[in-house]
């Protein structure tokens, strides 16, 4: 029971960085209808940015600040430069397809010749003591630090996601050209901007992601969100593509699910990726629109 | 000077020209109709106003030249266009519809703006916090036509607003722009086939014939004139 408690526990933290992974696919893919299979490749950069900072002598958490600081910069110029040029109603969505997966291959080789393929080590935030809950005569329940980290990260980044969506003008833009650029734009709303604005929070969500996978584990290299990006993807898929919070929850379903799969499936021990890829087959199989995609009710 | 003046404007998609030259105005105040069978270039009429597609020649609007502005410029000199198909934002609230709407608005009124709307169209009030897609098309084109309001425009641009409705909701929607154009002085360029409708609230008509303006007279003229109802507007 305590091991299945501490899987589950293990699971939602790693599920955490899914969840935060996915958010960031999701929150592109509402706004250009595009999936971004880059963005895993993306968040590694940044995180090796974060990792250059802290062996400049800076504190991780400032950092991780002004690595998405410079992420979120870096998205933009990216939707401006690589992105745009090949988007438009008029041309196949495949095309942004294509630039993404060639990003995904240019950022890998980018990072490995401008940082090397040596491992590094980026400290972890916190530190890494456990905290032990529900004590007995038996041991209790261990979390530690670390864990209890990414899934308070996970937490303020939904709320502060939420506000902006819901609660700002800017939110409100950025919902309005995702569901109808066309219209958003005969509205006064600059589309173009908005797009920017989608790729750079994403670029941002991600470099937190990064920073948050590599600060737990005891090294890092360019293949950093390489699985990761899988199970991210089988969240989002699970989600819906289009539901923030869908992506999530669904992001914390597959952390808990493949930890106890590790943990009690020995059949599939070093195959661990066929989980996530099962998922995302049976989801798009079964109910393609994902647990908490909206079936769009259209009347005309 | 007419609040929008257009002056032999040509254009259309790529290398499909569809307007061959249009010369049109909307005075301040007034309702101007557009009618025409389909594909005469009605709705690539508004759409060269609201700068989505390229064109040719001059288009003014309150004297200040509009063309090779973007649509989001045209939108926030004033000039509020509620297109085909209405522009709803399906998956959003009607509340958050009708805000974007007013997205731009610097002053403090969008509240009170709101909650006049919401009195002026009770089933939008009664709607607000429901999907916009899940609306009848009669009760999406009021809230396009709400929301296009709440941006204050000088000049409100429709698309043919009767496309899909039942003939009674199509008759409440005119008479509410009928009542929006003489109460609040609205101006408006109503782009129809349904003739006798729009004629009804209309000051000035225009009957375009393939990229042409073909006739154009007062409205009740265009209405009363036998050989052009029969010629052009079969009925």
Same mark, same amino acid.
């Given at each position: ?21 996915? /958010? ?166 600059? $589309? ?14 991600? $470099? ?13 290299? $360019? ?78 | ?122 089933? /939008? ?39 899909? /409705? ?8 005119? $008479? ?60």
């Amino acid at each position: 029971m305590q091991l299945f408690v501490e899987q589950v526990i293990n699971g939602i933290a790693n599920g955490a960085i899914y969840g935060a992974l996915a /958010l960031a696919l999701v929150l592109i893919f509402r706004s250009t209808g595009v999936l971004n299979f880059a963005q895993g490749e993306m968040a590694m950069f940044s995180t090796f940015i974060t990792w250059k900072l802290t062996t400049g002598g800076l504190p991780v958490w400032g950092a991780i600040l002004i690595s998405m600081g410079i992420a979120f910069i870096a998205g933009a110029a990216i939707e401006r430069t690589l992105i745009r040029p090949f988007e438009g109603s008029n041309r196949s969505p495949l095309n942004v397809v294509i630039v993404s997966l060639g990003m995904f291959l240019a950022i890998n080789s980018l990072a490995q010749l401008v940082f090397g393929t040596d491992p590094q080590r980026l400290p972890s935030p916190v530190p890494n003591r456990r905290l032990t809950i529900l004590e007995s005569s038996n041991g209790g329940i261990n979390i530690t630090y670390p864990t209890l980290m990414l899934i308070a990260v996970l937490i303020v980044e939904c709320i502060a996601l939420w506000w902006l969506l819901q609660r700002t003008k800017l939110g409100l833009k950025l919902r309005a050209v995702a569901a109808d650029a066309d219209s958003a734009r005969l509205h006064g709303i600059k $589309a173009g901007s908005m797009l920017m604005f989608g790729w750079a929070l994403s670029a941002a969500i991600g $470099a937190l992601a990064g920073a948050m996978v590599a600060s737990s584990r005891v090294g890092f290299d $360019a293949s950093l969100m390489q699985t990761i990006i899988v199970y991210a993807f089988a969240a989002a898929a699970l989600g819906g593509f289009d539901s923030l919070w869908g992506a999530v929850l669904c992001g914390i379903f597959v952390g808990v699910a493949n930890s106890l799969t590790v943990q009690y499936v020995n059949a599939l021990d070093g195959i661990e990726l066929v989980m996530p890829l099962a998922l995302i087959l049976i989801v798009l199989v079964v109910m393609p629109n994902g647990l908490f995609g909206k079936r769009t009710v259209e009347r005309v | 000077m007419s609040l929008l003046e257009m002056e032999s404007v040509a254009g259309g998609y790529g290398q499909v020209q569809v307007l061959h030259g249009i010369d049109l105005a909307v005075e301040q105040g007034h309702v101007a109709v557009v009618l025409g069978a389909n594909g005469a270039g009605k709705t690539t009429t508004l759409r060269a106003i609201s700068g989505m597609i390229h064109v040719q020649g001059d288009i003014r609007f309150n004297g200040t030249s509009i063309v090779g502005r973007s649509p989001e410029a045209v939108s926030r000199m004033g000039i509020a266009h509620v297109p085909q198909g209405r522009g709803t934002f399906t998956d959003l609230s009607v509340d958050d519809n009708m805000r974007i709407g007013a997205i731009n608005r610097k002053d403090g009124e969008v509240e009170s703006d709101l909650a006049t709307w919401y009195d002026l169209f009770p089933r /939008l009030g009664d709607r607000r916090r429901q999907q916009a897609g899940s609306m009848s098309g009669g009760e999406q084109q009021m809230l396009a036509l709400a929301r296009a309001m709440m941006a204050r425009p000088q000049l409100l641009l429709l698309d043919e607003p009767s496309l899909g /409705l039942a003939p009674l909701v199509t008759r409440e929607l005119f $008479a509410r722009l009928g009542e929006l154009n003489r109460e609040q002085g609205l101006s408006v360029l109503v782009v129809e086939q349904n003739a006798s409708l729009a004629l009804s609230i209309g000051h000035w008509a225009y009957v375009l014939e393939t990229g042409r303006i073909a006739v154009q007279n007062e409205a009740v003229k265009l209405q009363d004139d036998e050989a052009v109802r029969k010629a052009y507007l079969g009925f």
